[in-house]
């Protein structure tokens, strides 16, 4: 009797430790964020814990809602985007021989270690009118003049893929080289074409991992903060800036509690809904 | 006519030769088995009928025509995958259907099919269910559905028995055959099972070392083996080398009375199959022998016995005088039952 009790207590045991980390660094700040959130602003200081839903009622306003929208649309964007570039180039990279796979792999994990500020910088040089690729298409005659491609939302959208994608790589890849060669090889025998297979068999028979793939780059995109300001105008900026300018510049720490919360609600309710689809369909 | 033409079909991984000049064909309607060890080149072989590999160089004809250039999907032939491959997101009914979708028959049309072939594969009432929540035989007759779903022009199977156990196997090679008979569809099957060649196949190609070696019916390749190699791989065989001699030919120790090796020939490499190894008391026929070891599988006794050519396996029915481990007995081969190799002596 003695010896499973000692292993349910070294169990909990060994679950206090997580459990700690969670509260200490999750649970408090957020619990701090959600309480500071209902405070009242006080001009030239801090906050005083006094309770009010002003900073709510001020951020449903179109100003913000738009902000918001855009917010989210461009997460949703960049996944799509992740998604569409990325199944298909793991498709075809689990097929190489594991030798070629590797320099592949390492290329895109070295991406990683690129700081935001960096890749940043070398996307907006990279598409700027005096040093960027619009000069190259002059050079092969593509084009009459060089122009500037940045700051611009397609400016915004290359840097976040280009960000995003090894990570998109990441949770695919696991899943299609666990994927049986053999199931797109019988579509091709039962009379389908190559691209059909990849549509009618691989992408379903994936779901969970594109599903989950969608909802990892969304959240990441959604948390953008350096990409949107040195690449694009200010209307391209995401809530993540806005609760920046608000907590930092602004000093407004309970607007910008306020804020940090919708953000990170609407997220959770947009990754509910795609799990809740992406699960039922496969309960189906 | 034949159906399908090899002609001098070779496969190149980089050095590594898969399929070398294989030229084989295959008449209509018939039950071919591709045979031999793993890595002989027989599962590439069959990929490249598939149209899954291109041939490094050769010719692939169908009905006359070459059909190298023709996409895997354009061929029309029904393949069953080792893994069987079957789309697991979809039900039974889906997965047969699947083929009738993509040509763009109608439901009513492929509804009649499913329950058709459901019913030709001894699978009725299945159709809704999940592929995860079949055993292992009704995903194999699942996957042998689908593949003839939309009558193929030729029928190719990879191994397509090997997970399921003994027993069922057994089963379902004669239920292949018979399905086979009835369709009458020519039929193209990968195995390494030797039992599986001989219950199946109108024909046995066997391959080793990506060179096709033999093909012939069945009891030909059992009873006239082109080669040592192929009298080992089909069953169990006494190989021996032989070597003229008075009135007929001599082993090791021992004499084949009668036996012929072939005008001019100082040694050949000789095979005799193990229910031709005829056993007496001692003294009474020309190869003297001891039994080293009994195998009683009750059906047939098979006994291991040491001469000085080497180990010699006999076998016969039971109900035989009991032997004993190290009685001493003789040995009496017909010259009949010899398969003399036309090549040298190998070894």
């Known amino acids: ?284 | 006519m034949s159906t399908l033409d090899l002609v001098a079909v070779t496969k190149r991984y980089g050095d590594i030769v898969a399929v070398d000049d294989a030229t084989l064909s295959v008449p209509p309607g018939s039950f071919v088995c591709l045979l031999g060890p793993s890595g002989c080149g027989k599962t590439t072989l069959l990929r490249i009928i598939a149209g899954l590999e291109s041939a490094s160089s050769g010719e692939v004809k169908f009905e006359g025509e070459r059909i190298d250039a023709t996409p895997v999907h354009r061929r029309d032939f029904g393949m069953v995958f080792q893994s069987l491959a079957l789309f697991p997101h979809l039900s039974v009914r889906e997965n047969i259907a699947y083929p009738l979708k993509i040509r763009g028959r109608g439901k009513a049309e492929r509804e009649k099919r499913v329950a058709e072939l459901l019913d030709l594969v001894r699978l009725p009432g299945v159709a809704d269910r999940p592929i995860t929540q079949l055993s292992g035989g009704q995903r194999q007759r699942v996957a042998i559905a689908r593949a003839l779903s939309v009558s193929p022009k030729l029928f190719l199977l990879d191994e397509p028995l090997s997970a399921l156990d003994a027993k069922l196997r057994e089963a379902m090679q004669v239920e292949l055959r018979q399905l086979q008979e009835r369709l009458g569809i020519t039929t193209i099957v990968v195995t390494h099972d030797q039992r599986e060649a001989m219950t199946m196949a109108d024909a046995i190609v066997v391959m080793e070392g990506g060179r096709i070696l033999q093909m012939d019916r069945p009891i030909d390749v059992y009873r006239k083996p082109a080669s040592p190699f192929v009298a080992d791989f089909l069953g169990q065989t006494n190989c021996l080398v032989a070597k003229p001699g008075k009135g007929g030919a001599e082993i090791a120790g021992g004499t084949i009375p009668g036996l012929q090796l072939g005008a001019g020939r100082r040694e050949a490499e000789i095979s005799v199959r193990p229910e031709d190894v005829v056993i007496r008391p001692a003294g009474d026929a020309p190869i003297p022998a001891t039994v080293e070891f009994v195998r009683d599988m009750g059906s047939a006794v098979e006994i291991y016995l040491s001469t000085e050519a080497g180990r010699m396996i006999a076998q016969r029915a039971s109900g035989h005088d009991a032997l004993a481990v190290g009685d001493e007995v003789s040995l009496s081969i017909a010259p009949d039952a010899v398969v003399v190799f036309s090549e040298g002596v190998a070894r």
């Open chain 1, 1 to 284: 009797m003695s010896a499973p009790a000692r292993t349910n207590a070294s169990g909990q045991a060994a679950l206090a430790f997580p459990a700690v980390m969670l509260a200490a660094f999750f649970v408090v700040p957020f619990g701090l964020m959600i309480a500071v959130s209902f405070f009242s602003r006080e001009q030239g200081g801090f906050y005083t814990p006094v309770l009010t839903t002003a900073n709510y009622q001020r951020f449903l306003s179109w100003f913000f809602a738009d902000i918001l929208l855009f917010s989210v649309g461009l997460s949703a964007l960049v996944s799509a985007v992740c998604l569409t570039i990325g199944a298909p180039f793991t498709y075809l990279l689990s097929r190489l021989p594991r030798r070629s796979q590797v320099p592949w792999l390492v290329a895109m994990m070295a991406v990683l270690s690129l700081s935001e500020v960096i890749i940043g910088f070398a996307w907006s040089t990279l598409l700027s009118r005096t040093a960027g690729l619009s000069n190259l298409f002059v050079a092969i005659g593509l084009m009459d003049g060089p122009e500037a491609w940045s700051p611009s939302f397609t400016a915004v959208l290359c840097g976040m893929v280009y960000q995003a994608f090894p990570y998109s790589i990441l949770v695919l890849y696991p899943a299609f080289s666990r994927l049986d060669p053999s199931l797109s090889e019988a579509a091709r025998t039962l009379g389908a074409s190559p691209v059909r297979a990849f549509f009618n068999v691989i992408v379903p028979s994936l779901r969970n991992a594109l599903v989950a793939t969608f909802i990892i780059v969304f959240v990441f995109a959604l948390g953008a903060y350096l990409l949107p300001q040195l690449l694009g105008r200010p209307q391209h900026w995401t809530l993540s800036v806005l609760i920046t300018d608000q907590a930092v510049y602004q000093s407004n720490m309970p607007f910008a509690a306020a804020m940090a919360v919708f953000l990170v609600a609407s997220s959770l309710i947009l990754v509910l809904l795609s799990t809740m689809f992406g699960g039922r369909r496969e309960a189906k």
